[in-house]
């Protein structure tokens, strides 16, 4: 079946880097666009990233631009996300996306990112 898990959370002081992790199976990763998105206590979840199949990413707020990097890797059917000077605002359980090319659409679990001193 379908699976997405995502690793790499926890906690760092504001100014730390993390690097998520979301590792796929059960489905055709190469072939199936992927997202990033994170919802923080008491907010509506929102759409941080989107890695296309070519490998193209878009990161979805100014807000984070320059700090969150996107990249996939097919052959390892896995997807990151590279977050550097992190904020306390950064603080939210962040989820991964899959697209698949008959649009049907799977999320991970979560892994909480707390960004504290």
């Known amino acids: 079946q379908v699976q997405l898990v995502e690793s790499g959370g926890g906690l760092v002081q504001p100014g730390g880097s993390l690097r998520l992790s979301c590792a796929a199976s059960?489905?055709?990763?190469?072939?199936?666009?992927m997202n990033w998105f994170r919802q923080a206590p008491g907010k509506e979840r929102e759409l941080v990233a989107t890695?296309?199949?070519?490998?193209?990413?878009?990161i979805s707020a100014d807000s984070l631009k320059g700090r969150f990097t996107a990249s996939r890797d097919n052959a390892k059917s896995t997807m990151y996300l590279q977050m550097n000077s992190l904020k306390p605002e950064d603080t939210a359980v962040y989820y991964c996306?899959?697209?698949?090319?008959?649009?049907?659409?799977?999320w991970g679990q979560g892994t909480q990112v707390t960004v504290s001193s």
């Open positions: 996306k899959a697209l698949l090319y008959d649009r049907r659409t799977y």
């Open positions: 059960g489905f055709t990763f190469s072939t199936s666009t």
């Open positions: 890695i296309f199949t070519t490998g193209r990413s878009t």
